[in-house]
């Protein structure tokens, strides 16, 4: 378990998403909406640019954290998975337990793509073991990512004083 500690925090972010929208009886047409919600930071960079790819692009996935167009109870589930408690819904975690970190932007379905880690807790510490891209209707293969696989190490109390009052303050569904 050695390692550097980083610190996770919060930033508010906005994504624009397609969403149909009635343009007549019959006919819907796709319109760009803005979603706020709020990104996980690691030592102040948001994580979508510390997975960044080589050529500097970002991933357009996100959080439900804070997401207006997530439904309540998943942003409780997922937090919950976050913190490691257990989810209420099997759609939360992926089929193998990793917790997500990072999902589908336009209907946070695990099945459009994922990034996960394992997630391990300790008297003292969090990991977000073997961050890695998944979907979950194929096994996770860490020999076939794009990226290299990382792990991140966190402080769990600090963790913990992140995640926790986000939950608490997830609107229940």
């Given amino acids: 378990m050695a390692g550097r500690i980083s610190s996770l925090g919060t930033a508010p972010a906005v994504v624009s998403t397609p969403v149909a929208e009635k343009v007549g009886r019959f006919r819907r047409k796709m319109v760009p909406r803005a979603f706020t919600y709020l990104e996980w930071t690691i030592d102040g960079v948001p994580l979508r640019e510390v997975v960044a790819w080589p050529d500097g692009s970002v991933a357009r996935e996100v959080t439900p954290v804070g997401n207006g167009a997530a439904l309540p109870e998943y942003e409780v589930d997922y937090l919950r998975a976050v913190l490691g408690e257990p989810v209420s819904r099997e759609w ?73 009052p986000l939950l608490a303050a997830a609107p229940e569904g």
């Avoid at 209907?107 to 073997?130: K, M, P």
């Fill in 92 to 164: 939360a975690v992926m089929p193998d337990g990793r917790v997500p970190l990072l999902v589908c932007e336009v209907d946070f379905d695990l099945d459009c793509r994922a990034l996960t880690a394992e997630l391990v807790r300790s008297d003292d510490r969090v990991e977000w073991r073997d961050i890695a891209w998944q979907v979950t209707y194929e096994p996770l293969d860490l020999t076939e990512q794009e990226l290299p696989v990382m792990t991140l190490a966190f402080d769990r109390q600090q963790y913990d004083d992140v995640v926790r």
